[in-house]
């Protein structure tokens, strides 16, 4: 596995969404779908607002990896589930500093208690 680059870092750090594209057990690439990302520090994070239910995050649990596209960036990655209350905690108040703009109706879904448990980070491979 290798690091994110800074570059990669910083250009999908601050882009607004993600393209996130898991793979199938087939080894094919599922359709992308668009989601909002975080960093924080040297990770990147996503999750799925309607929590471990939602069908984006259950094709990430088949076999944990995938593709991401974001800020003029594409890489295969693999994704790690979160279960750390504090890197949650950092998760919650990433998504609240760079989405507070948007209503509370799409920010608040973002660091309810479901979508913490559908908290993904972003590993490059």
């Not at 944990?64 to 979160?82: D, K, M, P, Q, Y």
């Not at 509370?104 to 972003?122: F, G, K, N, S, W």
């Amino acid at each position: 596995m290798t690091p994110w680059t800074s570059n990669e870092l910083d250009k999908i750090g601050k882009a607004e969404e993600l393209d996130i594209m898991s793979l199938k057990q087939d080894g094919t690439l599922r359709k992308p779908v668009t989601i909002w990302v975080v960093r924080v520090g040297d990770g990147l994070y996503v999750r799925a607002y309607k929590g471990r239910s939602g069908l984006w995050f259950r094709g990430v649990l088949t076999c944990h990896a995938g593709h991401i596209r974001s800020g003029g960036v594409e890489r295969e990655v693999t994704f790690l589930e979160v279960s750390d209350p504090d890197i949650n905690d950092q998760v919650d108040a990433a998504y609240r500093s760079k989405y507070g703009h948007y209503d509370a109706e799409y920010v608040d879904p973002m660091v309810a208690p479901e979508a913490r448990a559908a908290t993904i980070q972003l590993l490059p491979r």
